[in-house]
């Protein structure tokens, strides 16, 4: 019997210590809106119709919180998607804001992805709604 429907990715996690350094460049450089916040253990930040939460691995990893341990060592990665036709306004995005792209990726089914790093070392890329079968268009309404 097949899996029921899924509708996509609610919230992802990254992990990180300092939980202001990364609200900041989140916010600052990606313009995601701050939505809730535990002092010292999480943020919650909208990223268009999903959530990302940055966490602080050292106080998830506890018993006793309202929603089951978890936490992560070394350097995540997330994937947001951007319009094809964004990826070069996303890289003078990063220029302007004096993040250096890590590296740049020319996919051989259509576009680029560009790869950054927040403050804690996780790696950020910038996707194009074409990546993975054109995916993402969707969730920018290009379908």
């Known amino acids: ?14 992990y990180g210590s300092d939980l202001d350094a990364l609200e900041q460049f989140y916010v600052d450089v990606f313009g995601m809106e701050p939505i809730a916040h535990t002092a010292g253990r999480n943020t919650m930040l909208r990223c268009g119709h999903s959530v990302i939460i940055l966490f602080d691995p050292a106080r998830t990893i506890q018993p006793g919180g309202t929603i089951p341990p978890h936490g992560a060592e070394g350097p995540g990665h997330i994937a947001l998607i951007a319009s094809d036709d964004d990826i070069g306004a996303w890289r003078a995005h990063f220029a302007r804001c004096g993040v250096p792209i890590e590296r740049e990726i020319d996919w051989p089914e259509a576009g680029t992805s560009l790869y950054v790093r927040d403050p ?5 890329e910038i996707a194009p709604a074409s990546l993975w079968g054109g995916v993402g268009r969707p969730l920018l309404h290009e379908d």
Do not use: D, K, T
């Open 1 to 14: 019997q097949a899996a029921p429907r899924l509708g996509g990715i609610l919230e992802a996690a990254i």
């Open 120 to 124: 804690a070392g996780n790696s950020i």
